[in-house]
């Protein structure tokens, strides 16, 4: 009886657990914001930070962060990401202003093509003081971020300013 308890007892605790996650501090040097990524998605070490792939594949996210003459080489980066991806911007970004994680942040929302067809690319501009910034860059179409939309909100909630 004993033996039947303990294991029902280690079956609930083990369900009950919170999903493990990467913790992140960006930068690695002096750094200014945290946040986590689920262990499900395969994280990759960049050249200004962090990208991460969900589980199945379809969204791809990534952290970066840059300071002075290092931003604009940032955004070049990116740019190049975009091509090499051969992601299209349909038109202009819808910019909009946002508080993630307690940091006002400038976010630009493309609705875009690639191979595969229709998908949304953000980039979202999160200032990181000692005249640094921090760029995520969330790209995935819509019917990829309501499969993963929990570990996104996950994500994006666990963005934390330090102080």
Do not use: C, H
Request: hydrophobic residues 50%.
């Amino acid at each position: 009886m004993i033996k039947k308890m303990m294991l029902a007892v280690a079956i609930v605790t083990t369900f009950a657990m919170p999903v493990a996650a990467k913790n992140l501090a960006i930068p690695e040097k002096n750094p200014a914001i945290t946040l986590s990524i689920p262990d499900s998605w395969e994280l990759i070490e960049a050249d200004f930070g962090y990208s991460a792939v969900s589980e199945d594949e379809e969204v791809f996210f990534s952290i970066e962060s840059a300071s002075g003459a290092r931003i604009d080489k940032l955004f070049e980066a990116s740019a190049q990401w975009m091509t090499e991806q051969g992601i299209v911007p349909k038109g202009k970004a819808l910019e909009q202003e946002v508080t993630i994680g307690g940091i006002q942040a400038q976010v630009f929302t493309y609705e875009s093509t690639d191979a595969e067809g229709d998908t949304v690319i953000e980039f979202v501009v999160l200032p990181a003081g000692n005249n640094r910034l921090m760029l995520i860059t969330m790209w995935a179409s819509d019917k990829a971020r309501a499969v993963n939309k929990a570990d996104i909100t996950s994500i994006l909630s666990s963005i934390k300013a330090i102080k």
